[in-house]
């Protein structure tokens, strides 16, 4: 699938997490679809969860 087929796959449904450094401290950055930042948070569960509670699916990017 391209990033292009992702996008539109699921861009309000579909999400990914990937770990970003900020200011040298390692946080968990939850991207849509289309790869805009929803949100940074501390851990990587933390990340998990709140795409859920948000009711957007994280897929692994492998």
């Not at 900020?22 to 289309?34: F, I, K, R, S």
Request: net charge neutral; hydrophobic share 50%; aromatic share 14%.
């Amino acid at each position: 699938m391209t990033l292009r087929q992702f996008a539109y796959f699921g861009f309000f449904e579909k999400s990914y997490i990937k770990p970003v450094i900020v200011e040298g401290n390692t946080l968990y950055a939850v991207h849509a679809a289309d790869g805009s930042l929803l949100f940074r948070v501390a851990d990587r569960e933390a990340a998990r969860l709140l795409a859920r509670e948000f009711q957007v699916e994280t897929l692994p990017l492998h």
